[in-house]
């Protein structure tokens, strides 16, 4: 495993986020692009063009974009004056582009706008869309995008063009299939951009490195040593204002389908024959591919189908929805390194604790004592190894003592920035790694439909579980 640094582009980028007012964009991408800029991380020659509708002058949308700026992030280390905030690039250099985007005529006027910023620069630059919308508009976006020619490079191999989207990628395999068909006729795979979030998180990047960096550990993974694989993803908030969105697809294909899962690929792929994109993906992709949904009595025996007491009064909530926002299921991984091993996903809102961690346990032949990884991502980022040592005394007498590696304190961390700041880094750079191939996207429902089948008919009753509770 080698580790690789990253120089800037030296080809200017635009970067375009259709939907540049919505919540996405102020939540996470306008504080991503700050710490990139406090970073010195954007390229030299960078403007930022947004689309939405309702129309800003350029010091009406200048004043959006920095209103949007966090200004006590910890990097920055105390408030920034407004001066300094106005030379942020993405601010000082910065278009806004009105219209519906179901509009033909809002990417005729995006893309006046993109070659004018072209011709300014004498040359082709990188451009970087980013799909900051409801997924019910990305056919939409994207067929206009691609028949307006906005996704073609002005020259030949001059300046690329990728675009990003969000999850969910579809509501299951049919529907995930229809888009990834109709990405597939517009764009190339090296185009596209498919986030989970959960890749670009320190704790989950640092489960390939404590695998792969250690002697210690490299082969621990391939003698059929591992016990069990619990992952969990427990949330202490509940739906809040998502009740419409939520309702409809429910915790198992709100986090199961896309970070459990991912977080299981992290934790049992093989190593990687080198870190280049493809061979990183090409591993994940191999777990994914060999995952094994529960047969019915599995489900039956130890699946757990939870709603928070309450869940029903949300608004965009239906008053008498099955909706889970729980779930606890078992898995199974048809390959011969982990073919005993018991796999365990669990994750939920309203459950009294944050608490995101992947529990590895090892055993040994003949033994009863085993030994635990313990990664976890909240509530503080550590790894936990728990070992076997004598007890001081004149007799073998064993205790358990842990180990342990906290990665920083919590509070220095900002939800989400950092996690979409290293996104759009590497969307910048060129770099795949931390993007869902189309693949790992097919392998991925294929695991979680059955499952949602035998729900959709009752295999798993549902049960009610006191808000803010242990489950
Ligand atoms: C999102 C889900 O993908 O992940 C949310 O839609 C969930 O419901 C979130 O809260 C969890 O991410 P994180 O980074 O807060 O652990």
Known sequence: MKSASKSLPTVPTIFIVLGITGDLAARKIVPALDTLAQNSLLPSRFELVGVSRGTFTPTAFKDHLRALVPQNQPTAGRPRAEKIVDELPFIKNSTHVAGNLNDPQVYIDLKKTLDAID????????????????????????????????????????????????????????????LDKLIGKLFDETQIYRIDHYLAKEMLQNVMTLR???????????????????????????????????????????????????????????????MSAESVRDRR??????????????????SIRGQYKGYRSIEGVSKDSNTETYFKIPAHLSDKRLKNTEITLEGGKRLGQMLKEMVITF???????????????EPEEKIVLHLWAKKPGFTMELEEHTFD????DPKTKPQYNEEYARLLLDCIHGDQTLFIRSDEIEAMWKFIDPIVREWSKNTTPLVMYEPDKSF
């Open 119 to 178: 011709a300014r620069w004498g040359m082709c630059s990188n451009k970087l869309f980013y799909l900051a919308v409801y997924p019910e508009l990305y056919e939409s976006v994207l067929t206009n995008l691609a028949s307006s020619g906005l996704t073609e490079p002005c020259a030949p191999g001059e300046g690329w063009t990728n675009v990003i989207i969000e999850k969910p990628f579809g509501k299951d395999l049919p529907t995930a299939r229809k």
């Open 212 to 274: 792969f960096a250690n002697p210690l550990f490299g082969k621990l993974w391939d003698v059929g040593a591992i016990d069990s694989i619990h992952i969990r993803l427990f949330e202490s908030l509940g739906v809040e204002k998502r009740g419409g969105f939520y309702d409809n697809v429910g915790a198992l294909r709100d986090v199961g389908q896309n970070h459990l899962l991912q977080m299981l690929a992290l934790g049992t792929m093989r190593e990687p024959k080198d």
């Open 285 to 302: 992709v191999e777990m994914l591919k060999k995952l094994v949904p529960p047969t019915r009595g599995e489900l039956r025996k130890s």
């Open 363 to 377: 055993h040994q032949e003949g033994s009863e004592l085993k030994n635990y990884i313990v990664f976890t991502l």
């Open 405 to 408: 590696f906290v990665l920083r």
